[in-house]
C-alpha cells in the first residue's frame, strides 16, 4: 500500500485543525522552519502544503508577518485540485455527511464501460450516494469502479467516508488527474427525490473520469449538484 506523500499529510493535518477550531480565523500558523521542523520534512515540502491551503482560500500569507488562518469563505465546492467530496466543501466549519443510496457490483452500461476502458458488461463496483452539507441534501453523486481495481469495494466501509481516500490507502492507487464536464440540467424524477426537490428543479450535471498515475481510468461518476451548493473556482494569471 502507497503511503500518502508528507505534504499531503501535512494539509490533511492543517485542514483538520482548521476544521475543528483548534486553528481559529486569523490564527497565525508556524513558520515554515518550525513546521518542518515540526514534521521532520524539507521546507519545500511545508511550503506545498501551504500552497494547497492558499489554494483553497483557507489560509493567506501576510508579507513579513507569516501565514494565517483565513474567515470562513462562501458556502460551495471548491475545484483547484483533485480531491473527495468533503475536500472540495471551501468552508472550514462545514458538515460533510453521506447516505449510501447503492452500493453493489453491477455490470458496466455502455457509456461507463468506455470511460473506464472496460467491456460492455465487464464487473464494476457501484456506489451512489446523497452527499449533505449541514444535514442538507447538496449533491448526488453515481461512481463507478473497475471491480479489478478494487475487488470488495463496496462491501466494506468507505475510509472516513471519502472513495478517494479508499482508493488510495486500502488499494494503493494514487490518484492523478481527471477530465470533467459540467452542464446546466433539469432534474429527472429519481434525482429530484433522492435531492428532496421537485422533478424539473434545475441542477448543475457533472460526469468526472478518474485516472492513477499510469494513466489508467479508475472511476467514473455522474453528478447532480443543487445550485445553493456552487462550484467555486480561483483563477490566477498565467
Request: charged residues 25%.
Amino acid at each position: 500500500m502507497q503511503r500518502a506523500p508528507m505534504y499531503r499529510v501535512i494539509y490533511d493535518d492543517l485542514l483538520s485543525q482548521i476544521r475543528s477550531g483548534a486553528l481559529e480565523p486569523d490564527a497565525q500558523l508556524p513558520s515554515e522552519p518550525d513546521l518542518a521542523k515540526q514534521y521532520g520534512v524539507s521546507r519545500m515540502t511545508v511550503r506545498q502544503a501551504l500552497d494547497m491551503l492558499r489554494a483553497d482560500d483557507l489560509v493567506t500569507r501576510k508579507q513579513g508577518s507569516g501565514t494565517f488562518v483565513r474567515e470562513p469563505a462562501r458556502r460551495g465546492r471548491r475545484l483547484t485540485s483533485l480531491r473527495s467530496f468533503s475536500d472540495e466543501l471551501a468552508e472550514a466549519s462545514t458538515h460533510v455527511s453521506s447516505e449510501t443510496i447503492r452500493a453493489e457490483v453491477a455490470a458496466a452500461p455502455a457509456k461507463v464501460a468506455a470511460a473506464l476502458d472496460v467491456g460492455p458488461g465487464d464487473q464494476v463496483n457501484r456506489l451512489t450516494r446523497v452527499r449533505r452539507v449541514d444535514g442538507v441534501a447538496a449533491a448526488l453523486q453515481d461512481a463507478w469502479v473497475p471491480y479489478g481495481v478494487a475487488p470488495g469495494l463496496v462491501r466494506e466501509p468507505l475510509v472516513e467516508g471519502s472513495l478517494y481516500r479508499t482508493l488510495s490507502e486500502r488499494y494503493g492507487i494514487e490518484l492523478q488527474w481527471a477530465d470533467q464536464t459540467m452542464t446546466a440540467t433539469l432534474l429527472a424524477a429519481d434525482e429530484a427525490r433522492l435531492l428532496g426537490v421537485q422533478q424539473g428543479a434545475p441542477a448543475l450535471h457533472g460526469q468526472r473520469t478518474t485516472y492513477s498515475r499510469s494513466d489508467a481510468p479508475v472511476e467514473f461518476t455522474y453528478g447532480w449538484t443543487l445550485p445553493e451548493f456552487p462550484l467555486l473556482l480561483r483563477i490566477d494569471t498565467a
